[in-house]
């Protein structure tokens, strides 16, 4: 089972750094991160999201690729991978995988202006060594489906960032 993890941030920035820290966990197998999104709410107020994959890209190659095959057997390629490409960025800008868009974009209209929610997906991690890596980074917990303990861990480390930030701003 997957675990959601969704932390709130004073900038789009400070998310972004948390997202490519728990990525280069990921590379010494750490943490397994099955899905990675920074939902912001501009200054505008409007809702955005940074994906961690582009499924539109990722569709209109392979759609391009096959259409261009498939037209090549029918002898006329450029119209193949023209009708390929278009198809296959459709069906990617369509399918959703990962964290459900409408939660997050429900979560960041919650959100002040200006701020940000680092969204991840879990699959499995190494819970002390992965709370060591994110804790200087702060964030407040805003939702996870972790048990209590789990999840009061994950609060009392990012507090005590917060707590050592604002003691250190004071003096």
Not at 19 to 45: S, W
Not at 57 to 68: K, P
Request: glycine share 10%.
């Amino acid at each position: 089972m997957a675990t959601l993890i969704v932390i709130g941030y004073e900038s789009e920035v400070k998310a972004e750094e948390v997202r490519i820290a728990l990525l280069k966990m990921q590379k010494d197998f750490l943490i397994d991160v099955a899905d990675a999104v920074v939902a912001v709410r501009t200054m505008d107020g409007k809702v955005q999201l940074r994906q961690m994959y582009n499924l539109t890209v990722g569709g209109a190659s392979s759609g391009g690729f096959w259409g261009a095959l498939v037209g090549l057997m029918f002898l006329n390629p450029l119209f193949g991978f023209a009708i390929g490409a278009s198809a296959g960025a459709i069906s990617g800008a369509l399918t959703d995988v990962g964290i459900d868009d409408g939660s997050m974009k429900k979560i960041a209209s919650a959100l002040t202006p200006g701020h940000a929610a680092l969204c991840v997906l879990v699959r499995q991690m190494t819970s002390d060594k992965v709370l060591e890596e994110i804790k200087p980074f702060g964030g407040t917990v805003i939702q996870t489906n972790l048990c209590h303990e789990e999840e009061d861990k994950l609060r009392a480390a990012l507090e005590s960032a917060q707590k050592s930030a604002a003691t250190s701003a004071s003096v």
